[in-house]
């Protein structure tokens, strides 16, 4: 995306996490590479969506964000600010306008404080003093998630799944944010409940123009929800691209099986050829060589495994998508039924 000044620009971000071996002495013996190099920008008010399998580093690039996490490297600015490294009084006076709801609406939630002191939680921690007070703050925001003000003094164990979602948005809003960044925030509730809590996070990004990072491995809930989406496979970003263009015109291989996989909402659409990966994601400790995805491609060569593709926009793609595949899918030819090559012999 080209913006001169957008409200989050991250570069380079990469996140390793020690692995600890040896006796009597601890000492590192490898690592895991949770996320390896990941270049992307947010505008205001925009909602990027992050999606990817189990295990590619969402969620981590998600708390890096937020600074939840501190970068092994890479570069994260807000606003024009690095924040990469910042300390916490560094970070004091942004934390309000960064917030993130979380996976799991029941273990987010602390179960010996009421709903109002949840959600007036970070009002406190900042000092912060609305007009009318509090509590007066805290039922408008009950309010605005669709909940009743009345629900203020009623404990987590008294709410279903997504009125505690709903809960964790009211916490998010609490400061007025700029930025949210949502960890999938839907993947625990029940599909009957899925759409309204998609629903209100849209409702709430367009009525108060707050950029989301939307962080979910749906690809359905993704398109609804998101302007643009990248697509992750273990650590890196593989594909970026404006909503209606990654879906309509994948390139990437990895991003075209993934939606091969969506179900079809209408019986008049025409049968969509299913492309079957073989093997299993490998591991982040010892990922492979040059493009991490060949060993699950059909396209693979010699080339995918001595340099690693660039994101870079591909010849016929619009302006702003980008794809880090040496031989991207052309959109013209309907892909023949074809599964991955054996993995040792695309390694």
Known sequence: MSNTNPLL??????????????????????????????????????????????????????????????PTGGKISYRGQDITHANRRQLAPIRSEIQMIFQDPYASLNPRQTVGKIIAGPMEI????????????????????GLNPEHFNRFPHEFSGGQRQRIGVARALALQPKLIVADEPVSALDVSIQAQVVNLL????????????????????????????????????VEI??????????????????????????????????????????????????CRFRTRCWKATEKCATEAPPLVQADGNKPGHLTACHYPEVQETVPAPRLAKDPEAAA
């Open 9 to 70: 620009d991250v570069s380079g971000l990469t996140k390793h996490f020690p692995i600890k071996g040896g006796f009597p002495i601890k000492r590192t013996v490898g690592a895991v590479q949770a996320v390896d190099g990941l270049d992307f920008q947010v505008a205001e008010g925009e909602s990027l969506g992050l999606v990817g399998e189990s295990g590619c580093g969402k969620s981590t690039t998600g708390r890096l964000i937020t600074r939840l996490l501190e």
């Open 126 to 145: 900042n000092d912060i003093n609305p007009p009318g007070g509090r509590e007066a703050r805290v039922r408008e925001l009950l309010e605005i998630v």
């Open 202 to 237: 849209q409702k709430v990004q367009r009525e108060l123009g707050i950029a989301f990072v939307f962080i979910a491995h749906d690809l359905a809930i993704v398109r609804h929800f998101s302007q643009r989406v990248a697509v992750m496979y273990l650590g890196k970003i």
């Open 241 to 290: 691209a404006d909503r209606e263009d990654l879906y309509d015109n994948p390139r990437h291989p990895y991003t075209r099986a993934l939606l091969s996989a969506v179900p079809e909402a209408t019986v008049e659409a025409e049968p969509r050829e299913r492309i079957r990966l073989v093997g299993d994601v490998p591991s982040p400790i010892n990922p492979p060589s040059g």
